[in-house]
């Protein structure tokens, strides 16, 4: 008969009730969203016994940012948005507030291929819907039908049922066709990665859903937002760029900054955690390491700040239920081809902060940030920094394909749009294969099953990018809500 599998890994032992032992917590995963949950915990309980196990050699996930030749080049995301408080707030808390930084004021604007041709995003369009008519009225990425039915959504009656709708059933029904396809494809593909003919209006963009039920149209709220507005100012085009900010050494300065303020000894790197179980008191048992230094230890709750399918590997045998809905979200993944060159090898202006390319344009591409026109410092004087984003759920073979197959695909595709003379100074790419959720259509009653499954197994609970948001302060924010919860389950601080 074979040693039951607690016998082949004892647990190490708690302290002893006389000693008083402040609460053992475990976190699993060494992200933006773990890192964020850990230093909650000891940030409200300096007593905690923490453990942040992390399978990597390093923290941070896929914020990490690196210094080449001069270049700063984030691997990933490359900035935060302010209209939400969490980064915010926790880099005021940890001492780097100073350190945040805006977009140049002088590049806040976004261009859209058309035809292979680059053109400015009409001005005061916001993802979906214009806050002026005249621009939307004389650009040229529209057709003079697809302006004529874009100016129809004022007239267009709501949907008034409840259920939740594809963003492309959305627009289309909304906006018409071509806007969809010209305009609002291509600027949310670039931030989701997703098939918008599956990705969930009320999961990502919900705001919009409501200015339909409440002003009947988009356009009409979108005028009455603008009204309210103090005079002179004027919305933000496309991605609101002024409401952006990045630490100026890089978001691996972040990353730094929370681990610094963790526990000494507290975090484990290159160590992975291959299997949970809940006893009969509430202690968690987390099993971690390797065939030859395998080791188990109890805890009074365990944080899961994984990919979701991770969390559903290691919840199958504890709740299979909720590993199936775990397990369910999607997942894409992305390259990013980052490339400096000479500004004088640049035919383009580079008059903006990038450009954003619609799935119809049959493109490799899917966006290229002006990564120093966005922010000077990422590139020595005289030079530019450009990262093209590629994959996603619209191309996924281009997020796997060999160095060298993408690099010169990419690499054309800059010159196409851009104009580029001779070979890039510097380059490197960066692959993040599976990390980015898919949020379909039923994604927020899917979360919602999940999290009260997950609150149903006590003194747990899951954070990452799989549930609420997949941007760095929803990040944060889902993983101190997390620590939040498991202290106030243990009885640390007040509900």
Not at 98 to 112: C, K, M, S, W, Y
Not at 313 to 325: G, T
Not at 392 to 410: C, T, Y
């Amino acid at each position: 008969m074979p040693t039951p599998f607690s016998e082949q890994f004892p647990v190490s032992p708690p302290a002893s009730e006389s000693a008083a032992p402040s609460p053992r917590v475990a976190v699993v995963g060494g992200g933006i969203s773990g890192l964020a949950a850990a230093h909650r915990l000891v940030e409200l309980d300096p007593k905690v016994s923490l453990t942040l196990y992390e399978r990597a050699a390093r923290l941070g996930g896929v914020l990490s940012t690196i210094h080449e030749g001069g270049f700063q080049v984030e691997q990933s995301a490359d900035n935060f948005i302010t209209t939400v408080p969490w980064g915010t707030d926790l880099c005021r808390r940890i001492g780097l507030s100073d350190e945040l930084i805006g977009t140049n004021p002088a590049h806040r604007q976004t261009f859209v291929v058309r035809r292979g041709r680059m053109y400015k995003l009409p001005d005061g369009f916001l993802m979906m819907a214009p806050t002026r008519m005249w621009p939307l009225a004389v650009t040229p990425i529209l057709s003079p039908l697809g302006k004529l039915r874009a100016g129809l959504e004022f007239f267009i009656p709501p949907r008034r049922d409840e259920g939740d709708e594809s963003m492309a059933a959305f627009v289309r029904r909304r906006l018409g066709r071509e806007v969809f396809e010209r305009l609002v494809e291509p600027l949310v593909s670039a931030v989701y990665a997703a098939d918008m003919e599956k990705l969930s209006v009320q999961a990502t963009l919900p705001q919009f859903r409501e200015m339909e039920l409440e002003h009947g149209s988009l356009i009409r709220a979108m005028r009455r937002r603008m009204a309210s507005m103090p005079r002179g100012r004027t919305g933000d085009t496309g991605a609101r760029y002024s409401m952006f900010v990045t630490p100026r050494h890089g978001l691996s300065s972040l990353i730094d900054a929370l681990a610094a303020r963790l526990p000494a000894g507290a975090v484990r790197l290159n160590t992975a955690v291959w299997r949970i179980a809940r006893g009969d008191d509430g202690r968690w048992t987390v099993w971690s390491g390797n065939a030859d230094a395998p080791a188990a230890e109890s805890f009074d709750a365990v944080i899961l700040a994984t990919p979701s399918h991770v969390a559903a590997r290691l919840l199958e045998p504890v709740e299979p239920a909720l590993a199936r809905d775990l397990a369910s979200i999607e997942h894409s993944g992305t390259a990013i081809v980052s490339v400096g060159y000479a500004r004088r090898q640049v035919v383009h202006p580079l008059d903006g902060m990038g450009v954003v390319v619609p799935a119809i344009e049959n493109s490799p591409m899917l966006a290229c940030s002006f990564s120093s026109q966005k922010y000077a410092h990422r590139a020595p004087e005289g030079h530019v920094l450009l990262r093209v984003f590629a994959g996603g759920a619209r191309r996924p073979d281009l997020a796997v394909m060999d160095d060298d197959q993408l690099r010169p695909l990419i690499l054309a595709e800059l010159d196409r749009l851009v104009g580029i003379r001779g070979d890039p100074v510097y380059a490197s790419i960066a692959r993040w294969p599976g990390t980015m959720p898919q949020y379909h259509v039923g994604h927020r009653c899917l979360v919602a099953r999940i999290e009260a499954a997950a609150a149903r197994l006590g003194h747990f609970a899951l954070a990452g990018n799989a549930f609420h948001g997949v941007g760095i302060p929803h990040c944060i924010h889902s993983g101190e809500q997390a620590a939040e919860h498991v202290l106030r389950a243990r009885s640390v601080v007040g509900a």
